[in-house]
């Protein structure tokens, strides 16, 4: 997928991944959803649904490390404070956005602009967690996070 096309799906995703609602139990689905996709992959990574205020899932998959729990962390960070997702941001970066690490702007030891943080927005409501996968290219986090939310979109939508 050229960089255009790439942009013009996550900003698409963007605005397509609200849901009806969200609380534990759906943090608890969207997280083992991941890791159950992960796990069969054999995927190395860690996987974070958080709020602002608290962790709500977070596992390690064989093979991931303290460093991937650093990068979630400052990940999730970053969605929260843009609102968007990390993949949309670097892809916006990469289009021709500003530095986001000159001086004065985003310190680099609490933000992280690379694919695998999306956030869980409620219709009506907006941004109430993010959820993260950090340990594959940026593209892969972001698209096991992205698959795990429209599973459960659909879910939400049939059985409300």
């Not at 916006?92 to 680099?108: K, T």
Request: hydrophobic share 45%; glycine share 8%; charged share 25%.
């Amino acid at each position: 997928m050229t960089d255009d096309g790439w942009l013009a799906r996550l900003e698409a995703e963007h605005l397509a991944l609200d849901l009806p609602r969200f609380d534990r139990h759906d943090a608890w689905r969207l997280g083992s959803s991941i890791a159950e996709r992960a796990l069969a992959a054999g995927h190395p990574v860690a996987i974070d649904v958080r709020t602002a205020s608290g962790i709500l899932f977070h596992a390690s998959m064989p093979g991931a490390t303290a460093d991937n729990d650093e990068w979630v962390r400052r990940k999730a960070a970053t969605a929260f404070r843009f609102e968007t997702s990390t993949a949309l941001l670097e892809a916006r970066v990469a289009a021709g956005g500003r530095d986001m690490f000159e001086p004065g702007w985003l310190d680099p030891a609490e933000y992280a602009v690379a694919g695998g943080a999306v956030p869980v927005r409620v219709t009506g409501v907006g941004v109430v967690a993010v959820a993260t996968v950090s340990g594959l290219p940026s593209a892969d986090d972001h698209d096991l996070v992205v698959q795990a939310l429209k599973e459960l979109r659909e879910r939400r939508s049939r059985h409300g």
